[in-house]
């Protein structure tokens, strides 16, 4: 494995989160040069906080420090998050959390993933002739944009799990929009990037200093708009994005342009988070614990299943069995998540038949010794008469993991869509187009259903995936996840099996090289994987490709040691592991 222990410096530019519908035609930024792979790691006995930058880190440091909960923490990460990391979440986006309880040992999911408006429609991303709009058009447009619900989720979560005050979270953020805070590099690349929603007036006017450059990275950049925002939060609550001043200014915003919202007050005000159990599988001598759907929870678990009915244990990350075996499981769990995943409140999930040692077995049967063709979805149990999936996913989206001195912990993803969201701001903070993760054909030629079509109040299917895993006692191991669009079940994956499967420490696991397999094509970091690797996947008909355009991992984990806390950041991008 000693080919692995050097982290790698660069961001992932260039992968395709490879769908087995067309790729999304928008290409994300890759990351500013990333620190050494020594300062972003951390060791601690008592807490610790892994997120993707090193200003939102120190944030939940301090609240850990002032006796707070790992999801007070949550939320002061969060807060700072938005700020310094718009392209990839806010306050006006959607996230997942997992939450463990270490007195309980329960794990719990809470879902704040955004919610179409009442007015949604089916055929709202079609053209007037029934064509699929344009990607880029839809995105920056009044109707890409759900009920954000991030800071709602939190709000539940912190009811629940919180120990300091709600209005004493968000001290960091105010103080850091009010005086200023030193703009990263990913920030200040994305600002300056040729996507639509970075040329929007909104985005332009934020990134355009004075003399009529855009930022760049090192500069004092201030946002006194998200400082009164935030102030405002600390104050009301949740109902300060969802009703009043601020609410009325999402829905003007929205119904601006050429291709206006729907949303009204009434969606925001009516907005509720969901908290479930965790769903929970074991895999080897442990138990994993994601959200469910519309989640990629489910996915995850999927594949592990399929999995563990094959060696991949025995062929570690040096070995072209191990990634051939990781890449064939991709396919067919990518085969059945593109189309039977969607909102459950909506549609039938076939759960449990996905689950089921049994299905997965069966799948796991057709993992041959060469790679055939791409495979078909499966028939689990309880399975509804679903047509192919037509959604596209681009990512932009980020993930923290939080580990508090009392044992409990959280694992949370959390996004505004694509890079700035539809690049309308409010309240200096961006709107999110999560709807975009419709499907934009809500149905096949002879009227069959996608899973993914937009309804009412529905929620976009999604494939962030916060993982905790338990031992078989219900004691914390590890937690861990990652951006990157559809590619999050893939880099989530494979951060599990490097350190379930391959018995890696945390940030090698992370660190290793990520492959993406769905349909016909293995998107992969080549230049990272050993030459002998990649020989030996293409004796086995696979040909890992790269240059493709999904986004790059961005996976942050920590993980209970006997030296304690070990925490770790993905060398791709920004982010540190930090405790205490």
């Known amino acids: 494995m000693s080919s692995y222990r050097r982290l790698l410096p660069f961001a992932l530019a260039g992968l395709l989160a490879a769908c087995a519908t067309s790729p999304a035609p928008q290409t994300p930024i890759a990351a500013a040069p990333a620190p050494t792979a020594a300062s972003q790691e951390g060791l601690a006995p008592h807490a610790m906080v892994a997120a993707a930058n090193p200003m939102a880190v120190e944030a939940g440091l301090k609240v850990l420090k002032a006796g707070g909960s790992a999801v007070d923490a949550a939320v002061a990460v969060q807060a700072v998050l938005g700020l310094v990391e718009p392209q990839s979440s806010g306050l006006g986006g959607g996230s997942f959390m997992v939450f463990y309880d270490a007195g309980t040992k329960k794990v719990t999911a809470y879902n704040g993933r955004e919610t179409a408006p009442a007015g949604a429609t089916p055929d709202m991303f079609l053209t007037p002739d029934g064509r699929p709009m344009d990607r880029g058009a839809a995105m920056t447009s009044g109707r890409s944009a759900g009920v954000p619900g991030a800071i709602a989720m939190l709000s539940l979560a912190q009811k629940e799990h919180g120990k300091l005050p709600w209005s004493q979270l968000f001290g960091e953020a105010e103080r850091l929009a009010d005086q200023g805070f030193p703009v990263p590099g990913r920030m200040a690349m994305s600002a300056a990037s040729p996507y639509p929603q970075a040329k929007t007036p909104d985005a332009v006017a934020y990134f355009t200093k004075p003399d009529g450059t855009k930022v760049k990275q090192g500069d004092i950049m201030r946002n006194p708009a998200y400082a009164a925002t935030v102030r405002k939060l600390a104050a009301e609550g949740p109902k300060a994005l969802l009703e009043g001043p601020i609410a009325e200014q999402i829905v003007a915003k929205l119904h601006e342009g050429p291709v206006p919202g729907s949303m009204t007050l009434e969606d925001l005000k009516s907005y509720k988070p969901e908290e479930s159990e965790a769903l929970c599988r074991p895999y080897r001598v442990y138990v994993v614990c994601l959200p469910p759907a519309p989640s990629g ?210 940030q090698q696991a992370i660190s290793l090289p990520n492959v993406i397999a769905s349909g016909s094509i293995y998107a992969s970091e080549v230049d990272k994987m050993p030459p002998a690797v990649t020989e030996g996947l293409a004796a086995k008909g696979v040909k890992l490709t790269s240059g493709f355009g999904a986004e790059g991992s961005g996976l942050h984990g920590i993980m209970r040691t006997p030296k304690g806390l070990a925490g770790a950041a993905d060398p791709r991008r920004e982010g540190v592991a930090r405790g205490f």
Not at 464 to 474: E, F, K, Y
């Open 297 to 506: 929870g489910p996915a995850v678990l999927e594949a592990l299943g399929i999995l563990s009915h094959t060696d991949i244990g025995n062929h570690g990350p040096d070995d072209a069995q191990g990634w051939y075996l990781f890449t064939q499981a991709s396919r067919l769990m990518y085969a059945d998540r593109d189309r039977y995943i969607g909102d459950p409140d909506f549609v039938q999930v076939p759960t449990a038949g996905l689950l089921d040692p049994a299905y997965t077995a069966e799948r796991a049967a057709l993992i041959g010794p060469m790679a055939g063709p791409p495979p078909a979805p499966g028939k689990p149990k309880g399975a509804p008469n679903f047509g192919p999936d037509h959604t596209q996913e681009p990512g932009g989206t980020t993930h923290f993991v939080i580990v508090d001195a009392d044992g409990n912990a959280v694992s949370m993803t959390t996004t505004v869509e694509s890079i700035f969201g539809d690049g309308r701001m409010v309240g200096g903070f961006f709107l999110n187009n999560q709807l975009t993760d419709f499907s934009f054909s809500p149905t096949q030629a002879d009227g069959t259903p996608a899973a993914n079509a937009v309804a009412p109040r529905k929620r976009p299917r999604s494939a962030m995936s916060p993982a905790i895993v338990l031992d078989r006692q219900g004691r914390f191991v590890a937690a861990v996840g990652s951006p990157g669009g559809p590619a999050i079940v893939a880099y989530t994956l494979k951060a599990l099996v490097g350190v379930i499967d391959w018995n890696l420490p945390m």
